[in-house]
């Protein structure tokens, strides 16, 4: 459970990072928002990410895993689509918001443990 509320909190901060440093790409409406899109997002990385990618495998092997990067953009931009306390421009600004928060999130695991 505390590894769950770790990962909870390092998608919170990664985003409010991520939102401060591409404001034209990632805006939140509040720090309640960006908490609750945290849960939303955590929850669909755990469910639905090992499903799509398995669903994907064959293109993430053909692309050398880049094609992971697309998955992650398309789960954060389906947790933006489910709660809009969370907003991107487009789809493309979402795979950017990934890669984002997944590079706060590798640096704050990293000095945090």
Request: proline share 3%.
């Amino acid at each position: 459970m505390g590894g769950l509320l770790f990962k909870w909190l390092v998608i919170f901060v990664a985003v409010i990072v991520g939102a401060y440093l591409f404001p034209e790409r990632i805006s939140y409406t509040s720090w309640q928002a960006a908490v609750v899109f945290a849960g939303i997002l955590g929850i669909f990385n755990m469910v639905l990410r090992p499903i799509v990618n398995f669903l994907a495998l064959p293109l993430n092997c053909l692309t050398f895993g880049l094609f992971a990067v697309v998955i992650n953009g398309f789960m954060f931009w389906l947790a933006t689509q489910v709660y809009h306390g969370v907003t991107v421009a487009s789809f493309l600004d979402a795979i950017i918001a990934a890669l984002v928060v997944s590079v706060v999130s590798a640096i704050l695991s990293h000095l945090l443990k």
